[in-house]
């Protein structure tokens, strides 16, 4: 499931995002996706990797610095140290939203500001770089020839991959000035690097590695380029760091004596509600016109699908149990608060009463007699059962 995101940075421009979760499995945790210099999270690569981390279980937000892709601010007034601010506000944003992220990923110069901003995040167990720097000063090699031009102005545009950029004597100070020591990240680190990378040479991945204390490892992309253009090479790093990562993070044991759902919202997020069964994660909302983000499923399509899953589970297993050809069933549930004077076998006559519809299609080489029978047993559903029968509702403090 992928839902775009906005959050602000720590000048209060919006900064825009894509998070990806994990659809078949819960979630084990979540990590943040630094871009290549000059790029946005729409480079292909990124949106690879999200993509395949979400498929290991892993929700992935990725985002557009500022200046960048979506974002809001100029490119000229950003610096290596407003990239790592930025990647401070998308974990703020993950904890307030979501749930602390434990795994930083960077790409190329996104990669060397991972590393910075590390160890200004208490939640992140685990860092990886992919074709990285190993210092911020390196990018001054793109500039090279420009450096004193810019130097004797207030800013030169510069064309790069097609596209222009307007630099400024304070970028080229704050990369030559900005300083962190990677033996001291004290997390564990993956350094990725393509041998054969013409934009990054892999000698920074060597001072990377030489630099890092253990826990460290190092994986060779082999013929991959420096900006992952083909998927599969891109899809491997996701798979690869997937793995790694799960011996650092900290998991969601599923255990036997964890009871009911549990439901957590921020007051300043309106009714956004993050919601958890087990290891099993997800979001609840309301529809813009209500107020809400429309994030996730409403409350009453929760209890419609509560009731709709029942029935098909119900109804299969008696297929199953019977011998009857059923190959799907398949149930759509919809809501609606009606007058109690519509309803001819309601014991209540006044105001409104609520009502659940539920069309079945039974897909199967069924007799008449077999699809009656098979719309007798879904009212046997215990789901049914608990909303027709009296209810109690205690309310304690927990």
């Not at 690569?45 to 992935?60: D, S, V, Y």
């Not at 054969?196 to 030489?210: C, G, H, L, R, W």
Request: aromatic letters at 8%; glycine letters at 8%; proline letters at 3%.
């Amino acid at each position: 499931m992928e839902s775009k995101v906005t959050f602000l940075s720590k000048h209060d421009l919006e900064l825009s995002g894509v998070i990806h979760l994990p659809e078949a499995q819960g979630t084990k945790c979540y990590a943040i996706l630094a871009h290549c210099f000059t790029c946005t999270k729409s480079l292909k690569a990124g949106i690879t990797l999200a993509r395949t981390f979400a498929e290991n279980g892993i929700a992935a937000l990725r985002f557009d610095f500022t200046g960048l892709g979506a974002s809001q601010g100029q490119f000229e007034k950003s610096s290596f140290s407003s990239n790592v601010d930025d990647i401070e506000s998308a974990a703020k944003f993950l904890e307030e939203n979501y749930e602390p992220a434990q795994l930083l990923v960077g790409h190329s110069l996104g990669g060397t500001s991972v590393l910075a901003a590390c160890t200004k995040i208490d939640s992140i167990k685990a860092v990886a770089t992919i074709g990285s720097p190993s210092s911020p000063d390196h990018i001054l090699h793109v500039l090279e020839d420009k450096l004193d031009e810019i130097a004797a102005s207030d800013g030169i545009t510069i064309s790069l991959n097609g596209r222009e950029f307007t630099f400024k004597q304070d970028f080229v100070d704050d990369v030559r000035n900005y300083k962190f020591d990677i033996g001291d990240i004290g997390k564990g680190l993956m350094i990725m690097h393509a041998p054969m990378d013409t934009i990054v040479s892999v000698n920074e991945a060597s001072k990377i590695f030489m630099a890092a204390k253990h826990p460290k490892s190092f994986v060779s992309l082999d013929q991959s380029d420096h900006l992952l253009s083909k998927k599969e090479d891109a899809a491997y790093a996701a798979h690869t760091i997937s793995s790694w990562a799960m011996r650092f993070i900290e998991s969601k044991e599923e255990t036997e004596d964890v009871k009911g759902v549990t439901a957590t919202g921020v007051t300043r997020n309106g009714f956004l509600t993050r919601l958890g069964a087990g290891t099993h994660q997800f979001l609840a909302d309301e529809p813009v016109s209500y107020g809400g983000t429309n994030k996730g499923p409403t409350p009453y399509d929760y209890l419609g699908a509560a009731l709709g899953a029942c029935t098909s589970m119900t109804l299969n297993m008696y297929a199953r149990r019977k011998g009857i050809d059923v190959e799907k069933v398949s149930v759509n549930v919809t809501y609606e608060k009606i007058h109690a004077t519509d309803c001819d076998d309601c014991e209540k006559q006044d105001g409104k009463i609520d009502q659940f519809t539920r069309n079945i299609t039974v897909d199967g080489d069924l007799s008449e007699a077999e699809h009656e029978r098979m719309l007798e047993i879904a009212d046997k559903c215990p789901v049914h059962k608990t909303l027709e029968n009296e209810i109690k509702i205690v309310t304690r403090k927990a």
